[in-house]
């Protein structure tokens, strides 16, 4: 069988040409080892898929695809978006590793997947053995939500379960390996009994892919080396830029990735919660090896009310508004009732209740990171990284609350002080691997972050294609972050197009979707030109009002109805040129 490539007038982008090749190139491979089957051993196929929004599912599917061929079977890696539903229905072996995102919800690269699967019109899959290995959280109500509503819909199709499904926290690594370990001795009973083989010519062990040493568990203790007031006078927000210093063996990133921070609680706080208790904080705590004080400050999440501590509270408080709330599970009711609140505050609404140390200590989760948006280019900023980060402050019940980890950095690290932090990477999130596409950014406010990085790496690789930024936020005078670097980019050629969004200046609000609209020609133009199209910021509403005005502008643009917007939107997903990173 002959294989040709596309001519070179053939009519795709230049971003679609790569995307091509590379895939003629894996098909060749693949017949290629057809071919030599009778050479090389025959190998259990076992498919391995992922959802994922921040990479860390990514990261889990690759181990366990280099732990499957040690045991000599040939795992098959992908995301959940690379496959279509048919063929994916065919398939006999397959391993699910998927993230929930927000309340509940599929991750990006994993939605249209799940759309397609719960059709009423899917086909059977009864030859199917899967597992699922869902990550989420358990601080918020949908729980794992998405792994285990693939797994249901699996199961309602007729695929049996090779495992069981494992639920993992945010402290999933140790879950983790504990289900991959039960995956391996079922899919090490399944090699002997199974004539599904896929071939396989001097095929070698998959090697785990390298990491850095510095993790959530071995956090690396940069030195801060800036900390510098972005907002101005009269603006309602406090964002600060930060620099982080890793000349001395430190993390490495890219652009596109997280950084996540490890903070330490406020000690005003640690003292009202020991007063609240009534136990000194130099007392002793059952099951820790540190002083009340120490727990409280460093290893416990004292601020955020977990979902046992608010049923814990319900329990005692003789409330029947929030007996109501919380027996009914009423989502939009409880936001309601814990807005302001932190967990300090829940308890002290009912003074009555006179919780335990022992009750607490089982009440508060573990204290957890907070992972930002890098805003720099290693390419740039080799030894130094930085995130742009708004600070929680408000005045509620009597007390100034902070948020965790943006009042650790703004007011806790004193100067020439260190944080402990680690690199979350995230492969689905980069600037486009063709230097010369276009490159849309839409993010206000903070979301500016990771594109002030993709600005700056595509400066630093001299990359050739349209840089468009939107950005915007409340008020001009006070609210345009990075204004000297944003026109110094713009003189330099760098940003190409800037269209800038302050919604209180004028008595209508115009937001970046405005823009957007506004824009549409030139938008549009630039997606047909294999454009890449970025959102960052705020998941709950800017997200969803940009997404609504991208499908009226390829509506408006290429003259289509909503079902081909959609279908075009659909393909931008696909291709990885519709990328997103909201919280």
């Known amino acids: ?26 098909l060749r491979t693949q017949i290629a080892q057809s071919a030599n089957a009778t050479e090389g051993e025959a190998l259990m196929p076992v498919h391995v898929f992922y959802g994922t929004q921040t990479g860390n599912s990514e990261a889990v599917a690759e181990d366990l695809c ?9 795992p098959q890696l992908g995301s959940l978006d690379d496959i279509e539903l048919e063929d994916f229905a065919k398939l006999e072996q397959v391993l699910i590793v998927i993230s929930t995102y927000g309340e509940g919800e599929m991750p990006d690269n994993a939605q249209i997947f799940w759309e397609a699967l719960a059709s009423s019109s899917t086909p ?30 699996l199961e309602q199709l007729g695929a049996k379960r090779l495992h069981s499904r494992k639920d993992c926290d945010v402290d999933y690594e140790d879950a983790a390996e504990e289900w991959t370990s039960g995956v391996l001795e079922k899919v090490g009973e399944l090699k002997g009994s199974s004539t599904s083989t896929v071939a396989a010519s001097g095929a070698k062990p998959t090697k785990k892919a390298e990491k850095s040493k510095w993790n959530r568990k071995n956090p690396f203790n940069a030195p801060v080396s800036v900390n510098r007031l972005l907002s101005g006078d009269g603006s309602q927000k406090e964002i600060r830029h930060y620099e982080f210093d890793l000349s001395k063996d430190g993390p490495k990133y890219e652009a596109g990735d997280a950084l996540g921070v490890i903070p330490i609680n406020d000690p005003a706080l640690v003292g009202a919660w020991a007063g609240r208790l009534g136990v000194s904080l130099e007392a002793e705590v059952p099951g820790y090896d540190a002083a009340l004080g120490d727990v409280l400050l460093k290893q416990l999440e004292i601020s955020t009310p977990s979902s046992d501590l608010v049923k814990y509270v319900a329990a005692r408080a003789d409330d029947e508004h929030l007996t109501h ?22 308890f002290n609404l009912y003074p009555q209740i006179t919780p335990s140390l022992e009750d607490m200590m089982k009440l508060f989760k573990p204290l957890q990171h907070r992972a930002y948006s890098i805003s720099s280019s290693s390419k740039m900023h080799q030894d130094s990284v930085h995130l742009t980060i708004a600070t929680v402050r408000y005045d509620s019940h009597g007390r100034k609350h902070g948020g965790v980890a943006s009042s650790f ?9 260190t944080s402990k932090v680690f690199v979350s990477p995230n492969k689905a999130f980069r600037v486009p691997t063709d230097n010369d596409v276009p490159m849309i950014m839409v993010g206000p406010g903070t979301g500016i972050a990771p594109f002030r990085a993709f600005l700056q790496e595509r400066e630093a690789i001299g990359a050739k294609g349209q840089n468009w930024l939107l950005f915007g ?62 959102v960052c910021g705020d998941a709950s509403r800017m997200a969803k009002d940009v997404d609504r005005a991208l499908h009226e502008v390829i509506a408006q643009e290429g003259g289509m109805n909503s079902e081909a917007a959609n279908a075009y939107v659909t393909r931008l997903k696909k291709e990885k040129r519709y990328l997103r990173d909201v919280y």
């Open 124 to 153: 059977r899959m009864e030859q199917m053995r899967f597992a699922v290995l869902a990550l989420g959280d358990t601080g918020y109500d949908g729980f794992c939500e998405a792994g285990k509503q693939l797994d249901l819909r």
């Open 66 to 74: 280099a732990s499957l061929s040690e045991i000599g079977v040939s």
């Open 325 to 346: 709330i919380v027996e009914h599970g009423d989502k939009d009711a409880m936001e309601a009732f814990l807005w302001s609140k932190d967990a300090l505050d829940l």
């Open 409 to 417: 950095l703004a007011d806790r690290i004193a100067a020439d002080g």
């Open 1 to 26: 069988m002959n294989i040709s490539f596309m001519p070179e007038n053939a009519p795709f982008s230049t971003e679609q040409k790569h995307w091509l090749s590379g895939f003629y190139a894996g």
């Open 473 to 534: 936020d409340q008020h001009a005078a006070c609210d345009y972050i990075y204004k000297d670097e944003i026109e110094a980019m713009q003189s330099s050629g760098i940003l190409n197009c800037l269209d800038l969004a302050f919604s209180r200046d004028q008595a209508e609000k115009i937001y970046v979707q405005t823009r957007m609209l506004e824009q549409s020609k030139g938008l549009y133009a630039a997606l047909e030109e294999g454009g890449h199209f970025y």
